[in-house]
T-cell receptor
């Protein structure tokens, strides 16, 4: 069982470069999420999606964009990377609203450094 | 969403029960209490959740006070592999898409 798969696992960017992080889940979950975790801190929600074609802002959405063109994939984009976006990024998924008491399943993270 | 308060760190001897407290005094009636843990730098791992009754699974037990303002996660026989940061989270039906992670409790298991 793959669960939630994130690619790439590591990446180093220069300030101003752009990139896309990919999250894929094979559990047919409706909800998907992107979080960031800075050293010594808990996870903070960037954006989330409650279904294919829909996205919404979380706690810290600035500087990021997302897309959910396919149910199984949730993409996180950085249009112009900044050093403040150096972090570990986690993707998660969970069943839909009618199973709202179900837990989120997390990927193993993408470690992103912006120089 | 209700906020939670946890001690920043705790330790426990290997083989003993680890009891991790969480305060959630502003919890509302339709909000669940969830526990996750994060081992080293891996993705958070779901442990257990409950609404008002005590819950038990193969990993842990969750004790929720009658007024639901606090809860305790119990790892019955802690091992070194239980060393992790443990997060207590309150999550409601209407805000199912928003899980707010606090700073958690760093649990250290002593050999």
């Amino acid at each position: 069982n793959a669960g939630v798969t994130q690619t790439p696992k590591f990446r180093v960017l220069k300030t101003g470069q752009s990139m896309t992080l990919l999250c894929a889940q094979d559990m047919n979950h409706e909800y998907m999420y992107w979080y960031r975790q800075d050293p010594g801190m808990g996870l903070r929600l960037i954006h989330y999606s409650v279904g294919e074609g829909t996205t919404a802002k979380g706690e810290v959405p600035d500087g990021y964009n997302v897309s959910r063109l396919k149910k199984q994939n949730f993409l996180l984009g950085l249009e112009s990377a900044a050093p403040s976006q150096t972090s570990v990024y986690f993707c998660a998924s969970s069943p839909g609203v009618f199973s709202s008491n179900q837990p989120q399943h997390f990927g193993d993270g993408t470690r992103l450094s912006i120089l | 969403d209700a906020k939670t308060t946890q001690p920043p760190s705790m330790d426990c001897a290997e083989g003993r029960a680890a009891n991790l407290p969480c305060n959630h005094s502003t919890i509302s009636g339709n909000e669940y209490v969830y526990w996750y843990r994060q081992i080293h730098s891996q993705g958070p791992q779901y442990i257990i959740h409950g609404l008002k009754n005590n819950e038990t699974n193969e990993m842990a037990s969750l004790i929720i006070t009658e007024d639901r303002k606090s809860s305790t996660l119990i790892l019955p026989h802690a091992t070194l592999r239980d060393t992790a940061v443990y997060y207590c989270i309150v999550r409601g039906y209407s805000s199912a898409s928003k899980i707010i992670f606090g700073s958690g409790t760093r649990l250290s298991i002593r050999p």
